[in-house]
């Protein structure tokens, strides 16, 4: 429980099912932590969480996702955001897929921080209405057949079959469907001074946030030391699955590397970093956080994909 650990994302095989290729790693009764690298479209049946939302950041890849809103057609770098009990089906470009999912107990909402009483997004927010981008091209599919649905509840998989095609809709209202959100529309907040982790902020949900670490200037007082200092989480786990980009803090980082720095013992740049951190003027680092108010439990995929040795990294 008291213990720095690293895993290497990528290792996590790749498979041609879109369900058989999502590897739970880390997990809590708030949410799960999934790794998968789906070869193939999803083509014979569609799927539907009755659990929870589903935040899908797409690492490599392309495609469309498919609902009964429409369709959303998303890249490298996209948020995707689907409601519990969407129906979707996924169509991907190609083979080479890499997704990093949270499974969430709890509605994914924007930080309340960043809304006036009204649901709008202040000025203050980061991103803006004009970068949440919603489903389109809703097509009608009157069909009738044996279409399976499967859908997840409390764990387990069960297939339900439909007499009708699950998109047969003509058209939609409410406040509750699936949208993206690309982490490139992300806006840092920067400042003369260290900021503190949570001015990157994207999402949250029950007892756990998400934030997005993106290209921006360093702190820019004469006397700043851009690394971030030594601290001692004492509210939450801090997971960082890194994306692209140079990581100024960190050695021997990887694309798809996830850590893990659980609340109760510090940590901080590795040895030299701060040295090397002076003078930089900005960062081109991409990255994905999620911090959790409660353990993250590691599962035996998780442990198939460690690098060993990393609790002791700060120690070079």
Same mark, same amino acid.
């Given at each position: 429980m008291l213990k720095h650990r690293s895993f290497d994302g990528f290792k996590v095989p790749p498979h041609e099912d879109y369900l058989q290729s999502r590897?739970?790693?880390?997990?809590?009764?708030?949410?799960?932590?999934?790794?998968?690298?789906?070869?193939?479209?999803?083509?014979?049946?569609?799927?539907?969480?009755?659990?929870? %939302?589903? *935040? /899908?950041?797409?690492?490599?890849?392309?495609?469309?996702?498919?609902?009964? $809103? @429409?369709?959303?057609? #998303?890249?490298?770098?996209?948020?995707?955001?689907?409601?519990?009990?969407?129906?979707?089906?996924?169509?991907?470009?190609?083979?080479?897929?890499?997704?990093?999912i949270v499974e969430s107990f709890s509605p994914i909402r924007y930080p309340k921080k960043y809304l006036s009483p009204y649901g709008q997004l202040l000025e203050h927010?980061?991103?803006?209405?004009?970068?949440?981008?919603?489903?389109?091209?809703?097509?009608?599919?009157?069909?009738?057949? %044996?279409? *399976? /649905?499967?859908?997840?509840?409390?764990?387990?998989?069960?297939?339900?079959? $439909? @007499?009708?095609?699950? #998109?047969?809709?003509?058209?939609?209202?409410?406040?509750c469907y699936p949208f993206a959100f690309s982490i490139h529309d992300f806006e840092p907040i920067t400042g003369r001074v260290h900021q503190p982790p949570?001015?990157?902020?994207?999402?949250?949900?029950?007892?756990?946030?998400?934030?997005?670490f993106c290209p921006r200037l360093f702190d820019y007082h004469p006397q700043a030391i851009p690394a971030p200092y030594n601290h001692s989480n004492i509210d939450s786990d801090e997971l960082l699955y890194y994306v692209d980009g140079d990581f100024m803090s960190r050695k021997n980082v990887t694309r798809g590397m996830i850590t893990l720095h659980p609340g109760g013992i510090p940590h901080g740049?590795?040895?030299?970093?701060?040295?090397?951190?002076?003078?930089?003027?900005?960062?081109?680092?991409?990255?994905?956080?999620?911090?959790?108010?409660?353990?993250?439990?590691?599962?035996?995929?998780a442990l198939e994909i460690e690098n060993p040795g990393y609790t002791m990294s700060w120690a070079e």
């Open positions: 590897r739970a790693v880390l997990v809590n009764n708030d949410c799960h932590i999934v790794l998968a690298a789906p070869q193939q479209s999803m083509q014979d049946y569609f799927f539907k969480n009755a659990d929870a %939302d589903e *935040l /899908i950041f797409i690492h490599h890849g392309s495609g469309v996702l498919e609902t009964m $809103y @429409g369709e959303l057609s #998303f890249n490298y770098g996209d948020y995707l955001v689907v409601p519990r009990g969407t129906i979707y089906r996924i169509r991907f470009d190609n083979a080479d897929n890499r997704l990093f927010s980061p991103y803006c209405e004009r970068d949440i981008r919603g489903p389109q091209l809703l097509t009608t599919r009157d069909e009738k057949g %044996d279409f *399976l /649905i499967l859908t997840k509840k409390r764990g387990r998989m069960y297939g339900i079959h $439909y @007499g009708h095609h699950p #998109f047969d809709v003509i058209g939609w209202d409410g406040c949570p001015v990157h902020q994207t999402f949250e949900g029950h007892n756990f946030v998400v934030c997005s740049p590795h040895p030299g970093a701060v040295q090397r951190s002076l003078g930089a003027r900005e960062t081109k680092e991409l990255a994905v956080m999620v911090d959790t108010f409660h353990p993250l439990m590691l599962t035996v995929e």
